[in-house]
């Protein structure tokens, strides 16, 4: 077997190596989410409001297209697993 987690430790290994992966591919897409628009294009797409605030529409960045799709993929998978305690609620 390529993978034993019937060892505690073992286990809390990986789960330890996927957190310090998932954060660190965070990391990466947050420092790159800025890079497709700049400060000039968010300053002349901002709407202005009163005392000097702005809000600026643009882009999604990738680093929430990931984690949508990551949620999406959580609510699937969390769904299929408890289908039968939901069926209860559309046996009516």
Do not use: C, Q
């Amino acid at each position: 077997m390529l993978l034993d987690l019937s060892n505690l430790n073992t286990l809390g290994f990986y789960i330890v190596l996927a957190i310090i992966a998932v954060f660190v591919v965070s990391v990466a897409l947050l420092l790159r989410s800025g890079h497709g628009y700049s400060t000039k294009e968010a300053d002349a797409h901002a709407v202005d409001f009163p005392a000097g605030l702005k809000e600026a529409h643009g882009r999604i960045p990738a680093f929430l297209w990931v984690y949508f799709a990551a949620m999406l993929m959580w609510a699937v998978a969390y769904f299929a697993v408890h289908r039968a305690e939901f069926g209860i609620i559309f046996a009516h």
